[in-house]
């Protein structure tokens, strides 16, 4: 019976032209070296060294072993080291892509928090619009996706071990120095007559707007665009306007008491956020690593997002 012994040591008695060779390198008794030779010589049935005067070298059914051989030892030893970074997390490299909201104010931090435990992991962030987000985890160019999850959408993630992690209100901000609210709480018409920034492409304006005409009210004032959710808060810091965006994004400068959430009468928006799984990861959930990167973005987004505050509609 053909053994994987067998084939190290022919490749050993390969590389170093002669039996005591092999022997010396893989710690063996050079009577050992010609046992595993003989057996593996009557499993193929010929001859597989010559004995020359420079030492043994491979015939032509040898030479044909020894391709054989070098495949077996080089794909085994790669499916050691795979599974070795498998169940230790190290070397492994994880892709995760995101809305741009949470691919800047959320993944970051947990980010850095996982690498400083698991300093052989490498984790890459990339954001995009959520329907890019959902084919790169389909495809699997992405491991995890996370994105706000709306309910048409359940649909298009069926398959990607989609899991709903919670409520991350749209919330209306504006500047606590310099605010345009007169009062605790506004009518949703109030807003057709105040000047809006906004992320440019950014569909959360459109949402607003979709609501205030579902209700009956006329659309938004043209926004102020910019390129970058850090221009859009600059903005709103310099009294420019206000801003729709998710709590998460603005949730330093609401803690800090830089921004004020302005309150709707009868409109609140909340978006139920998920995260998702790429095919070829899926198996490795029951694996050490990627069951401990994907519990901790869980756990850790949870707390980031934490869930929308009470309060009336």
Known sequence: M????????????????????AADALALSQPAVSAAIRHL???????????????????????AVHRYATDV??????????????????????????????????????????????????ISVTSAPIPEVVESVRSSKADVGLFPLQRWQRESVRGLGIIALDIDELVVVESSIH??????????????????VNLTDSPDL???????ADDGIGELMPPVELASWAGVKDAVRAGVGLAVLPRSVAQRELQNGEFRVVSIEGYRHLNELGMICSPRRQGELASASFRDLWDFLASGIRQAIGSAPEGPL
């Open 179 to 196: 605010p345009f609210s007169t009062g605790p709480r506004l009518a949703a018409s109030e807003l057709t007559a105040l000047p809006f």
């Open 206 to 212: 459109i949402v607003l707007n979709r609501d205030l």
């Open 73 to 122: 030892l080089a794909a085994t030893n790669a499916l050691q080291r795979e599974i070795q970074d498998i169940s230790t997390g190290d070397r492994d490299h994880f892709r995760l892509a995101a809305t741009l909201a949470y691919a800047s104010y959320v993944l970051p931090t947990l980010v850095a928090q996982y690498h400083l435990s698991h300093p052989a992991t490498r």
């Open 41 to 63: 010589r009557e499993y193929v049935g010929v001859d597989l060294f010559a004995r020359e005067v420079h030492g043994a070298v491979l015939t032509e059914a040898g030479r």
């Open 2 to 21: 053909l053994s994987f012994h067998q084939l190290q040591v022919l490749c050993a008695v390969a590389e170093h032209g002669s039996f005591k060779g």
